[in-house]
């Protein structure tokens, strides 16, 4: 089982920086494939960056369009830790970030949220105009 706390979101004026951390307990964190997904009140979870690693020393990260170019998701196996570094934040941006594991390496898996068997709580992200 594994668990997944996230840490790091806030308040942050538009065109501002935050980064997302989420830590990992409770499994391999090598072997597992990590996302991260945010949602508005009343709308549907939102793909957001994912990242699987292949072994050796490649990673492979993926993004969707809207944060591409602007954030940068990143892992620490020897911390258990991604990060999710967001640049140049705007008002749309704003959401409940979340973090989530699983054993998957597709693409079409990686960025579905329903294929992920572990979520964290969950960080406010809040950008301001």
């Known amino acids: 089982q594994v668990q997944l706390v996230e840490s790091g979101g806030g308040l942050v004026q538009a065109g501002g920086s935050l980064r997302l951390s989420c830590a990992a307990s409770?499994?391999?964190?090598?072997?597992?494939?990590m996302g991260w997904f945010r949602q508005v009140p009343g709308k549907e979870r939102e793909f957001v960056a994912a990242i699987r690693w292949s072994g050796g020393r490649t990673s492979y990260t993926y993004y969707a369009d809207s944060v591409k170019g602007r954030f940068t998701m990143s892992r620490d196996n020897a911390k258990n830790t991604v990060y999710l570094q967001m640049n140049s934040l705007q008002p749309e941006d704003t959401a409940v970030y979340y973090c989530?594991?699983?054993?998957?390496?597709?693409?079409?898996?990686?960025?579905?949220?329903?294929?992920?068997?572990?979520w964290g709580q969950g960080t406010q992200v809040t950008v301001s105009s």
């Open positions: 989530a594991a699983d054993l998957i390496q597709s693409y079409s898996a990686l960025t579905d949220g329903g294929e992920y068997d572990y």
């Open positions: 409770g499994g391999t964190f090598s072997s597992y494939a």
